[in-house]
């Protein structure tokens, strides 16, 4: 399934580096997510947009910094991060925010802090 | 605040056998939808069956359904016919009020052939 394009799919980053994660969806949704998975831990949600505002952000530090400029593109900007930053960063989108709405997710950027 | 618990880290079965993977969940809703997804290595995270709590009816999509116990706050996932495309980890999760999905921690199903 394409319907959720993340990239990069590896990221290699020093502490001091800044860096940006995108993700496009072509499904139409008007929702769209942040998750960070660590292993053996559940997904943790850090940002949810819908129709292009902010409505969710699970106490996330301010080195992550969220930016939705329409409802099909959605980018998380990295900066000054640590190394337990290093982890699976998921994107998803879902026709809209209501907690019946299946997600749907992107294959994932691979983040890595040296 | 909501919790998913996945009692089982790792879990397999024969090929062509069945399994069936634990969640329960702590809630004090009455109206909620559960979920399980299914993300197979290095592979997207697909959503696998849903169930929406006010329906008697146990949710079924070919060979996976749910055993939906509400009083007992579990939600288990049954699959039937094990094939090797089914070796993943698999998520139940919890959709609350406030547009977040509450995650369980997974549990790795491996297929013997």
């Known amino acids: 399934e394409t319907g959720v394009t993340q990239t990069p799919r590896h990221l290699v980053m020093g502490m001091t580096n800044k860096k940006s994660l995108k993700c496009e969806q072509h499904?139409?949704?008007?929702?769209m997510y942040w998750y960070k998975q660590s292993a053996k831990k559940p997904l943790e949600l850090m940002f949810v947009?819908?129709?292009?505002?902010?409505?969710e952000n699970n106490s996330v530090p301010s080195r992550f910094s969220p930016e939705c400029p329409n409802s099909s593109h959605l980018f998380l900007h990295l900066h000054t991060l640590q190394p337990e930053d290093s982890a699976l960063y998921l994107c998803?989108?879902?026709?809209?925010?209501?907690?019946?709405?299946?997600?749907?997710f992107g294959d994932g950027t691979r983040l890595s802090i040296l | 605040a909501q919790t998913v618990t996945q009692s089982q880290p790792e879990m397999s079965v024969q090929e062509a056998e069945t399994v069936t993977l634990s969640c329960t969940y702590d809630t004090s809703e009455s109206d909620y939808y559960l979920f399980w997804y299914k993300q197979p290595p290095s592979r997207q995270m697909i959503l696998v069956i849903r169930q929406e709590a006010y329906k008697q009816q146990n949710a079924t999509e070919n060979r996976f359904s749910v055993n939906f116990q509400k009083a007992a706050k579990s939600f288990s996932l049954k699959i039937s016919d094990s094939q090797l495309g089914d070796a993943a980890m698999y998520f139940c999760?919890?959709?609350?009020?406030?547009?977040?999905?509450?995650w369980g921690a997974g549990t790795k199903l491996i297929i013997k052939p």
């Open positions: 499904l139409g949704h008007n929702a």
């Open positions: 947009y819908s129709l292009e505002e902010r409505v």
């Open positions: 998803a989108s879902s026709q809209d925010s209501g907690r019946d709405q299946p997600q749907h």
């Open positions: 999760a919890y959709g609350d009020s406030n547009y977040q999905l509450i």
